[in-house]
């Protein structure tokens, strides 16, 4: 006998529309991590992306008679939700971006926070640079419009398909590879130009002896 923790997800959001409380925490928990990881990319800021989850999740439980599974499976279906909740939110703060900064083509950007492991106490320096590399990739996908945005964070960071994406999108397969050559394109040029900018100058400290006393 098939227990809910192995059903299908087709199985479990049927349940859910019979009014399956278990059946959702099951789906709930499988599928929670890349809603919010997918939130997380397309806003930058952790407050928002479990504002999101939240409400994707609800969303679900309203809108799970509409899924049809020949449009794609139950987590294309769920990215498109989260999608919409998500645009409506950057809509809505349009005149509002937190923690922004202007790139060198007056774009605005949301800075990420860095998610990069502990520093290692025996080469700390390494391990910042290393950080500082993913914040800004991070930066730089966070610069992108939103629909060259989501499709890197889906097909390349969250790995789906272009079948995949595209039923989460609702955009034909073409669409996707095409808006996902020009994203790269994007992407790379973003960072190269960073790159020619170098780092920003040290600040200025005022001198102190070894004891840490002025």
């Not at 909740?85 to 083509?105: N, T």
């Not at 926070?113 to 930066?139: F, M, N």
């Not at 419009?145 to 994406?165: F, H, Q, S």
Request: glycine residues 8%; charged residues 25%.
């Amino acid at each position: 006998m098939i227990t809910l923790f192995q059903a299908s997800d087709d199985d479990l959001l049927r349940r859910i529309r019979e009014g399956d409380e278990r059946a959702f925490m099951v789906l709930y928990r499988r599928r929670q991590g890349m809603v919010y990881r997918f939130a997380l990319r397309m806003t930058g800021r952790e407050s928002l992306a479990e504002e999101v989850t939240q409400e994707a999740f609800m969303a679900l439980i309203r809108e799970a008679g509409k899924y049809d599974s020949a449009r794609g499976p139950v987590a294309s279906y769920l990215y498109g939700i989260t999608r919409n909740i998500i645009l409506q939110c950057l809509r809505r703060e349009a005149g509002y971006v937190p923690l922004s900064e202007v790139d060198g083509d007056g774009e605005h950007t949301l800075a990420a926070k860095s998610t990069g492991g502990a520093i290692a106490l025996w080469d700390p320096l390494e391990d910042l640079a290393r950080a500082e590399a993913v914040a800004q990739v991070q930066r730089a996908v966070l610069a992108l419009p939103a629909k060259y945005r989501e499709v890197i964070a889906l097909c390349e960071l969250e790995g789906l398909d272009y079948a995949a994406a595209g039923a989460a999108l609702g955009a034909p397969i073409g669409t996707v590879r095409s808006r996902l050559h020009r994203a790269r394109a994007l992407l790379l040029a973003k960072l190269r130009a960073h790159e020619a900018r170098g780092p920003a100058p040290a600040p200025k400290l005022a001198a102190r002896p070894c004891g840490g006393q002025a």
